[in-house]
DNA sequence: AGCACGCCGACT
DNA sequence: GTCGGCGTGCTC
């Protein structure tokens, strides 16, 4: 038998465009029978031979080579840490997101299993400084550098003493003369987290007697006063939310009356949770009906996706965790993804309930070496239920039966960086390789989904009935144009202004909700409701202030700014932009004695802020809680009667194809926020665009009619799920350059399209125009938007392939970033 | 991404 | 001979 060399075809770890593409290296003898596919290994990699960590992705044999071959080092695995099953999801996930392999391998590998390389520089030669030439400046400092540094220093070490920022050729002079050795080092990132907590040292009775000596020292009062009641709290925390200054904390410090600690940061994601346990419930007529259905393919391992459709309430967690039952009876494991974990304790507490032991969470709140121990469990078979948000949708089960995506038409289900996949997505390939069903369930399903459902791709289940007693809330529709005839120009319609009035004076409480993120900004007239909107794209035109025009960041049409409304004639034009601060304000003026709670993006920065204005408001201490779309998910107060929508225009409204969709489903669920508890609750709409049927859908919990409306939309513009999207963004720090290269690549992309005889080029390919946020931290930012119009969708991808993965040296420089995205949610970033 | 290599201009 | 800057091209 001829002797045949081994080859394990690798992945560097390198997050570089250029190299990534598979290595091939010899395997040594000694190794030839223990490396596998999916191990990790340490290999020589370009010309200094710096050490790599890397994956091997496959193990050939060839007789001869006629190139040349390097021999990798060592394992640093002694079994597979990426199982076959996931080298193909890999493989997948490049191919359909057009990733890098390596960001397709982190999305399966936990956080902090990554190594990181460390260059060391060791000091040879003693007597340097009598052979050193005088002259050679640099060559001195740096030698007298190491010395100080012990004889040993890494690079990072070296450039952190030094100014200047290329020590390259110094160093490559002198180890040429053999006065320094350079050295590879793989160091495992391995970090204790670590937070600043802050403890009183003195009695709580102490305190009063100290506040008095504290005159001058406001902020320091306040700190006292808060740790009064919480006796410690960490440090950023306690800064945050009373706006302190580390000055004020350190003045305290230094009169012993607190100290700070430092402490391992573990964050025990049940550490709130109440297991009570949660027996099984009886289904009623409609759930059984559609266990009973679903059951059987769960025996049949076959791929196959559900969608429970009902609204909440309807008890589809139930059914949820009775298909979850029959899987693990069958030896099988399950995936439950939910939204946001922070926001869904009650689904992890009633599966702890349910099921006990067996059970993991994988989500972005977890520290590194938590995720680290929740991902071995389940790799060691200890787990049968990983419950999660996106990222658990890789947990790396080996015997999956059912994936549940509860919410399904959440958007957080999209990731926002590379790869930039969809859960349900890769549920589906899961599916698909792993013989398992999945289980996706929404009170308002995704467009796409549901058309799915309609073709028979997905099984559609619709639960009609609520589970509980509780009636759905009573829903008013406020036409702010007629709030306008009879003279009122404030923010408040009379009628949700009273019925706010006449709810605080019976202790109830109130949900306030504004859906204004981004910088969107419309024109719309006060008078007619008329929206300036693109004549070609059905989207609405957005308002550049600085330029005073409107453009339409679809198809780049510019139009001056209206006088007069083009459709009324009438003069007063409407530049909308209220965001919920304002409306805080707004409130405030209006009901001084109330306690008002605010909740959006800026205000719950801080972690922990989130359930710390929840839980005052579960407590009664808010009044009014107003609030962005974090508002609209799973709340569930009884005492909320009220729930007021300032304006539903403003999502409506976004230059955005999925603005209907997104609208009546924020209006869908803030409405459910309403009459939780014994009495029924009333629900307020204000817009200017009473008759759309978004909004009558939502006020009418309607959505077969939403979905009837709006589908044929979909079809006559060309938006999913009629074709699919590619959304492609430049980004650099000169803006021409970056529009001449996008303008570039759009020339490309319809010359290979010409060229093959796609004549509908212009319609496939969009822009490039400016993003709607123009310019993010002093960068520039275009994008080209392309559909599948005629063209096969794999033909469209593959010149994609060719001139921004494989040749994006000769067509993009170096000066200017990339982002694709396929199958974006949404193209103007709502 | 690193890193080397080549080329240039400047300073000593 | 030394030093720093910059563009280009390669990594099995």
Redesign the pocket.
Known sequence: MKKEIHIAQVIVN??????D??????IPEGLQNTLQRGMRVI????????KLEAYIMNIKREEKIE????ELLYPIDDEPIINEKQIRLIVWLKNKYMCKYIEAIQCVLPTGIVNKEK?TICLLEEDWATKC?K?????VELLKLLEDLGGKAT?EKLYSRLS???????L??LEEKEFIKIDYEISSRVKIQTQQYVQLTIEKKEIETIINTLKNAKRQREILLFLKEHRECPVKELLDLLKANRASLNALVSKGYVTISEREYKRDPFKNLEFKNFPKLNPNIEQKEIIDEIKPYIHKEEPKTFLLHGVTGSGKTEIYLQLIEEVLNKGKQGIVLVPEIALTPQTIERFYGRFGEGIAVLHSNLSEGERFDEWRRIVEGKVNIVVGARSAIFAPFNKLGMIIIDEEHESTYKSDHHPKYHAAEVAAFRSREEGAIVVLGSATPSLETYYRGEKGEVLLHTLAKRATASTLPEVEVIDMRQELDHGNTEILSEKLFSLIKENLDRKKQIILFLNRRGYATFVSCKQCGYVVKCTHCDITMTYHKNMKNLQCHYCGEKREEPKLCPSCGGTHIRYNGMGTQKIEKIIEGYFPNAVIGRMDMDSTSVKGSHQRILESFKNGEIDILVGTQMISKGLDFPNVTLVGVISADASLNLPDFRASEKTFQLVTQVAGRAGRGSEKGKVVIQTYNPQHYSILAASQHDYDSFYKEELPIRKEYFYPPFVQLININFIGKKEEEVYTVSKKIANNIKYILKSKGYNKYDEIVFGPNPTIIAKVNEKYRYQLLLKDIDVPYRFLKSILKYLLMENR?KFVP?SISLSIDIDPLYTMGI
């Open positions: 390198n997050n570089s465009l250029q190299t593409k598979i290595f091939d290296y010899k290999v020589p990699f370009g010309m200094g031979n710096k190139y040349k071959l390097k260059k030439y002259n050679s400046k640099n060559q690079l200047t920022n290329n020590i390259n050729n110094t490559k002079l040296q170096a």
